[in-house]
């Protein structure tokens, strides 16, 4: 099998001065998950080593420099979720700078979505970066919160969908929400089948953007269903996207990868941060516009 990664950094604005640092942020992402693929790891441990690099990266809305909510607080949700259909998902913590590596945890065991107290109880048990809630808050998040700035580059989640060696897919998913969210609100990054699907019989997929409007169409298995027939995973995002928008309002983005290796994304907020790497390519490609 053709190992391949794809990750994205959200559906959303990036105005130019944010360009580089999200294809930056994307590329070092691509580059862990990467690594661990060619060393023989699997498409969970890549999915979770990409994305811990996106949750450590200010420039995205996930742990640290995530969106505060109302109370002005950062409150995280993620999943991870293997084609062979297993799950792992925490939503509302806080507190925990990987929320990708508890979700990680959870997937062979029940229950396997934790949410606030719970969650975090279990990932300071079992051995979880844990850090003060205030330190997941970033200066800028903060200033705009403060100020009630208007803010264009917000809702995003990021995400990534892994293939490794041996044919497992993986895909997995995390995010600080939506800006100034009511305390407790959870979107669609912790739900199987609405931030994210994996079935190693036909592909992987990631969402990105407005919970509410993804949740009803179910996007991430929507998006995988397209792929039968062999469809290619650029059509099939197309046409996932194309359903949501003729069903509801909202932005949203979602990358595939299928059984055979080949990407595809689309989105239809005017930007989404992307990059993916696979055998065959010099290096990673990035980009913040299709
Ligand atoms: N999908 C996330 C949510 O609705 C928002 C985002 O894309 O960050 O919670």
Redesign the pocket.
């Known amino acids: 099998m053709t190992p391949t990664i794809i990750v994205h950094g959200?559906?959303?604005t990036i105005t130019d001065d944010k360009v580089a640092a999200n294809n930056a942020g994307c590329t070092a992402a691509v580059e862990a998950g990467w690594a661990v693929l060619i060393s023989g790891g699997t498409a969970a441990e890549a999915v979770e080593a990409a994305i811990r690099v996106l949750e450590a990266d200010q420039t995205f809305?996930?742990s640290l420099g995530a969106?505060l909510n109302s109370d002005g607080e950062v409150e995280l949700?993620a999943a991870i979720m293997e084609g062979s259909l297993s799950w792992g998902a925490v939503a509302a913590v806080q507190g925990i700078r990987h929320p990708i590596s508890i979700a990680r945890q959870i997937m062979d065991d029940k229950p396997r979505l934790l949410v606030a107290r719970g969650a975090e109880r279990f990932a300071a048990d079992n051995g979880a970066e844990m850090c003060k809630k205030e330190d997941l808050i970033a200066e800028e998040q903060l200033e705009q919160w403060k100020e009630d700035q208007k803010v264009i580059d917000?809702?995003?989640?990021?995400g990534c969908v892994a293939l490794d060696a041996s044919g497992i897919l993986a895909a997995g998913?995390s995010?600080?929400?939506?800006t100034k969210?009511q305390q407790g609100?959870?979107?669609?990054?912790a739900l199987v089948g609405c931030?994210l699907y994996a079935d190693n019989k036909i592909g992987g997929c990631s969402?990105?953007?407005?919970?509410?409007s993804?949740i009803p169409v179910v996007l991430a298995k929507t998006a995988i269903d397209f792929l039968s027939g062999d469809r290619h995973p650029d059509e099939a995002a197309q046409m996932a996207i194309d359903a949501l928008a003729s069903k509801v309002k909202g932005e949203a983005g979602c990358i595939l990868i299928d059984r055979q290796g080949r990407v595809g994304w689309a989105y239809n907020s005017s930007h989404m941060a992307c990059a993916y790497m696979t055998v065959g390519q010099d290096k990673v490609a990035a980009f913040t516009q299709k």
Do not use: L, S
């Open positions: 959200g559906a959303k809305n996930a969106t949700d917000r809702p995003n989640t990021v998913t995010t600080g929400g939506t969210q609100r959870v979107g669609d990054t931030g969402t990105t953007g407005d919970g509410e993804i």
